[in-house]
Nanobody
Framework: QVQLVESGGGSVQAGGSLRLSCAAT????????MGWFRQAPGKEREGVAQ???????RYADSVKGRFTISKDNAENILLLQMNSLKPEDTAMYYC??????????????????WGQGTQVTVSS
C-alpha cells in the first residue's frame, strides 16, 4: 500500500496552466500503474491520464495534447502538467496507484490507493 497526497490545485482563467503533484510514500519506480482522475459535481469520476512503470502513457481524449503525465522516481512524485485549461476541466483531481498493470482504458477499477484530491477551478 502507498499513501498519496496531491497538491497544486487552484483557480485559473481559461487558457491558463496548472501543475499538479502527487507525493507518494512508496517508491514510484516500482508501482506498475499510476494515474490521475477527476470528478466534477454531479458527474461520474473520469480517468484523465495514466503512466506505466516503463513510462508509457495514455490520455483521455478530452485532455490529449493539453495535459502531460510524468513521474519523478527520484522524488517519488507523480505529476500532471495541465495547459490550455478550459472551464470543463473544473473538478476535484485525484491521483491513484495500482499494483496491477495499466489497462488499455483508464479504468478506476484497477486502482487501489487514492489521494484525498485537489480542487481545480477554471473560469471563463
Amino acid at each position: 500500500q502507498v499513501q498519496l497526497v496531491e497538491s497544486g490545485g487552484g483557480s485559473v482563467q481559461a487558457g491558463g496552466s496548472l501543475r499538479l503533484s502527487c507525493a507518494a510514500t512508496g517508491n514510484t519506480a516500482t508501482i506498475p500503474c499510476m494515474g490521475w482522475f477527476r470528478q466534477a459535481p454531479g458527474k461520474e469520476r473520469e480517468g484523465v491520464a495514466q503512466i506505466m512503470r516503463d513510462g508509457t502513457t495514455r490520455y483521455a481524449d478530452s485532455v490529449k495534447g493539453r495535459f502531460t503525465i510524468s513521474k519523478d522516481n527520484a522524488e517519488n512524485i507523480l505529476l500532471l502538467q495541465m495547459n490550455s485549461l478550459k472551464p470543463e476541466d473544473t473538478a476535484m483531481y485525484y491521483c491513484a496507484a495500482s499494483w496491477l498493470y495499466c489497462h488499455n482504458s483508464i479504468s478506476a477499477a484497477i486502482f487501489r490507493d487514492w489521494g484525498q484530491g485537489t480542487q481545480v477551478t477554471v473560469s471563463s
